[in-house]
């Protein structure tokens, strides 16, 4: 489902005569609104990370990671992880959670998990497990292929591992294991069968499990998650069920064995209300059930801590209106209060932020392949010869006519011929030569009038709306599907801008389209300071390379990505700052991404016949002389050269 594209905001006037700088173009891409400190533009005009976010730590520049990438021969498209700032985030969180819970004397301790649906690449969850290993950090699985991997790399006897989802024999038995290992594995119950299965399966095998139970809280999210909450939420038990479980394990006399009281109301909370909401209801049902006899530790908040990918800090559905600190704050504040109105014991708390912790890490950079513009090609003879058709006549004088100020006059009367062209095509009247000198000088026309209307400031909103129809649309070498799901599926904006000639006025509107078959396939909404925008201003294409990011793809879109049209997964970098390194950064590893031969093994094909089955044929033609020996071998070793070749456009 596409949402429509942002509305049409007047934009900054591309040619304007003054001098261009880096303040502009900061205002332009919003990079200090949404890079939280990590991303910056340089004197050089190149975008720069500085993923420790500390004083005279490391600065790398973005164009000097890309430089090395092309001398190693890795090609774009490509995916660039920051490991620092995964570790940053994780440390963030983490340590603000020690702070608040000091200052606020709160008699719990923190310990989070990070859901690895988020992002279950190895070296991520690596990464967040190495870093998050000084505060006991854990991670959460909700499938069983998770659970298996989250049982191998949470070696940590000290930290959670939470199991969410829904669960069947196995995965209780799974998680059943994980406490026979020794670990703190918690199964949440999500749905009342759940439990008795557990408790069936913990008596069968002599292992007793650690249960949480998950409730549908009636506090609601606003934004693109709001279903994950309410009394018809997909998971959860409802308060009767909660209620009944506690009975239940009570009559079985295993109530000990309940831990942990859990909710998720959703991701990407725009809201900070929302957030003290559901604290606030899901702290006075805590209390109550340690009232009935369930003496859990554990406050489990769940996810949703969103990410402000449009910079506008705001409760629009891409922003939120609080930081982390505002957020915690919230958490330990509030659930404090409650405890001690209630009078029970501060549980330990648990928080389950996935997208929060991601989401900065990694990029996509894609090289942009070329452009179309509508008119473009101007140099189509539209002269004048002897007995023109009178329509073709009339968009010269219109042409002729028009002025700064009678623009919106004169495309109202030439937008009226070019219709009229089209029926007297259809009807015989208009040769094609013709048809083609009309259009050509009435997409002349339609450019002029964008310029005169780009220096006026009261142009009216058909005129705006024309000169977003007529921006130069940026072919970019990646495929939406793969590396940025969201903006098509859910209408999500995430930042994008060239990461160098920053210093240069940049002035051509554009979006952006992908090289997938799929009219979808584009990026057509766009922050800007005024909200969203349905262009983004880019620098003319001179034929040398430009480079666009994609930003904030740390989060789902890395890992949600699929083959359309067989565009497989990408090149990619981990990066790692070095403040001994010149350049601050060392390439500490390089995944190369799908060949053709591996998107196409998956769909079932056997690269091998397809190579040989080719070759007959080639054999065949050889024989019948329709192609020679020689071309023959060459026309084999290509076709098998791009089964071995990386799925997008080859430079
Ligand atoms: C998806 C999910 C999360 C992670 O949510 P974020 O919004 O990425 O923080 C946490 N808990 C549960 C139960 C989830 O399903």
């Known amino acids: 489902m596409k949402t429509t594209p942002g509305p049409v905001t007047r934009f900054h006037n591309l040619d304007s005569k003054s001098e261009w700088t880096i303040a502009e173009a900061d205002e332009i891409y919003q990079v200090s609104r949404w890079g939280e400190g990590y991303f910056s533009i340089?004197?050089?005009?190149?975008?720069?990370?500085?993923?420790?976010?500390?004083?005279?730590?490391?600065?790398?520049?973005?164009?000097?990671?890309?430089?090395?990438?092309?001398?190693?021969?890795?090609?774009?498209?490509?995916?660039?992880?920051?490991?620092?700032?995964?570790?940053?985030?994780?440390?963030?969180l983490n340590k603000t959670f020690r702070a608040l819970i000091e200052e606020a004397n709160y008699r719990g301790s923190y310990s989070g998990v990070y859901p690895i649906k988020v992002n279950q690449m190895r070296e991520v969850v690596e990464e967040i497990v190495d870093a998050g290993a000084p505060y006991n950090y854990g991670l959460e699985a909700g499938s069983k292929p998770e659970l298996i991997a989250a049982l191998a790399m949470n070696t940590n006897q000290n930290s959670l591992t939470v199991v969410n989802g829904y669960k069947d024999r196995d995965l209780l038995r799974l998680a059943l294991l994980g406490i026979q290992l020794g670990r703190k594995v918690i199964v949440v119950v999500e749905k009342y069968s759940e439990l008795t299965d557990l408790m069936q399966l913990s008596q069968e095998i002599g292992v007793e499990p650690l249960i949480g139970l998950r409730a549908k809280i009636a506090t609601k999210s606003s934004g693109k998650?709001?279903?994950?909450?309410?009394?018809?939420?997909?998971?959860?038990?409802?308060?009767?069920?909660?209620?009944?479980?506690?009975?239940?394990?009570?009559?079985?006399?295993?109530?000990?064995?309940?831990?942990?009281?859990?909710?998720?109301?959703?991701?990407?909370?725009?809201?900070?209300?929302?957030?003290?909401?559901?604290?606030?209801?899901?702290?006075?049902?805590?209390?109550?059930?340690?009232?009935?006899?369930?003496?859990?530790?554990?406050?489990?908040?769940?996810?949703?801590?969103?990410?402000?990918?449009?910079?506008?800090?705001s409760n629009s559905p891409s922003s939120i209106n609080y930081t982390t600190r505002d957020y915690v704050a919230d958490v330990v504040y509030i659930l404090k209060q409650v405890c001690d109105l209630e009078d029970v014991p501060h549980p330990n708390i648990v928080s389950e932020s996935g997208r929060a912790i991601t989401a900065h890490h990694s990029c996509v950079i894609t090289n942009v392949f070329g452009a179309l513009e509508i008119g473009a090609n101007t140099n189509f003879n539209t002269d004048k010869v002897v007995s023109e058709n009178i329509l073709v006549s009339n968009m010269r004088e219109l042409s002729n006519d028009l002025t700064e100020k009678n623009y919106q006059d004169v495309y109202n009367d030439a937008t009226k011929l070019k219709e009229e062209s089209i029926s007297a095509f259809k009807f015989g009247i208009l040769s094609l030569e013709e048809r083609a000198k009309l259009e050509t000088i009435y997409w002349a026309?339609?450019?002029?009038?964008?310029?005169?209307?780009?220096?006026?400031?009261?142009?009216?909103?058909?005129?705006?709306?024309?000169?977003?129809?007529?921006?130069?649309?940026?072919?970019?070498?990646?495929?939406?599907?793969?590396?940025?799901?969201?903006?098509?599926?859910?209408?999500?904006?995430?930042?994008?801008?060239?990461?160098?000639?920053?210093?240069?006025?940049?002035?051509?509107?554009?979006?952006?389209?992908?090289?997938?078959?799929?009219?979808?396939?584009?990026?057509?909404?766009?922050?800007?300071?005024?909200?969203?925008?349905?262009?983004?201003?880019?620098?003319?294409?001179?034929?040398?390379?430009?480079?666009?990011?994609?930003?904030?793809?740390?989060?789902?879109?890395?890992?949600?990505?699929d083959n359309h049209n067989c565009f497989g997964r990408l090149n990619e970098v981990h990066i790692f700052a070095d403040d001994d390194d010149p350049t601050d950064f060392y390439i500490e590893e390089v995944i190369f991404g799908n060949k053709a031969s591996t998107v196409l093994s998956s769909l079932q094909y056997n690269p091998e016949t397809m190579a040989q089955t080719l070759k007959a044929t080639i054999d065949t033609q050889v024989k019948r002389g329709k192609i020679r020996p020689r071309e023959g071998v060459d026309l084999t070793d290509f076709y098998e050269a791009c089964l071995k070749s990386y799925t997008y456009l080859k430079k």
């Open 445 to 561: 026309i339609c450019k002029r009038i964008v310029t005169h209307a780009s220096k006026d400031e009261y142009a009216p909103d058909e005129i705006l709306q024309l000169k977003s129809q007529m921006a130069s649309q940026y072919l970019c070498n990646f495929s939406v599907f793969q590396s940025a799901p969201d903006t098509w599926a859910i209408g999500q904006i995430l930042p994008a801008l060239p990461i160098h000639k920053l210093n240069e006025r940049p002035t051509e509107l554009c979006t952006l389209i992908d090289i997938t078959c799929d009219s979808d396939g584009k990026l057509d909404t766009f922050l800007s300071a005024d909200g969203p925008t349905n262009t983004m201003p880019l620098h003319k294409l001179t034929g040398e390379d430009y480079y666009i990011g994609l930003f904030m793809t740390g989060a789902y879109q890395d890992i949600m990505g």
């Open 42 to 92: 340089n004197e050089k005009g190149d975008l720069t990370v500085t993923p420790n976010r500390t004083q005279n730590g490391p600065v790398i520049n973005m164009m000097e990671v890309v430089e090395e990438m092309k001398n190693k021969g890795i090609a774009f498209p490509a995916v660039i992880r920051f490991h620092d700032i995964l570790r940053s985030q994780v440390a963030l």
């Open 225 to 313: 998650w709001a279903s994950s909450g309410g009394d018809y939420a997909k998971f959860g038990l409802t308060i009767t069920e909660i209620l009944q479980a506690v009975r239940y394990m009570k009559s079985i006399d295993k109530l000990h064995c309940v831990k942990l009281f859990h909710f998720h109301i959703g991701s990407q909370i725009p809201d900070l209300r929302t957030i003290k909401d559901s604290i606030n209801e899901g702290a006075r049902i805590y209390a109550k059930l340690y009232k009935e006899g369930a003496k859990l530790e554990y406050f489990d908040v769940g996810g949703g801590v969103g990410v402000n990918y449009d910079g506008t800090r």
